[in-house]
């Protein structure tokens, strides 16, 4: 797996809410877009929002990943679960967010696990922008 960490750009943040012992982990990674990690998430895109196909045609991708730990899994350490590959399936609460930027344009997707009522479940899109800055470059 290959993982282009921009100047060692690893992010790792984490909330608690004391209420029902919820504990979430974000974890980031910047990756070359033309990598197999980079192929990877451009085509996990692709499947989970036909509708808002990549358009930038970015050298980097930002990949961030939230996932929520209940009080049975508080022994695992958070940030274990790295954000590529991306993951076919998830735990409710947990989000996937993909951020590209190139001659003035951005382009992000936001996902969230969905569980489905006879169990399983899938990404749904919960946001998407893209916004161009630079009209000359467009």
């Known amino acids: 797996m290959t993982i282009l960490l921009a100047g060692a750009m690893l992010a790792m943040t984490q909330g608690a809410r004391a209420d029902d012992e919820l504990i979430t982990s974000t974890r980031t990674v910047v990756v070359d877009a033309r990598s197999a990690d980079g192929a990877a998430t451009l085509a ?8 808002f196909p990549p358009r930038l045609q970015a050298e980097q991708l930002e990949i961030s990943r939230t996932v929520v730990f209940g009080p049975d899994s508080m022994q695992r350490a958070p940030g274990d679960s790295p954000p590529v590959p991306l993951p076919a399936s998830g735990k409710p609460g947990d989000v996937i967010s993909v951020s590209s930027q190139r001659n003035g344009g951005l382009e992000t997707w936001t996902y969230k696990w969905r569980a489905g009522s006879k169990g399983g479940g899938s990404w749904s899109l919960i946001g998407y922008t893209f916004k161009y800055f630079d009209e000359q470059e467009r």
């Open 44 to 51: 996990w895109i692709q499947r989970h929002s036909p509708g």
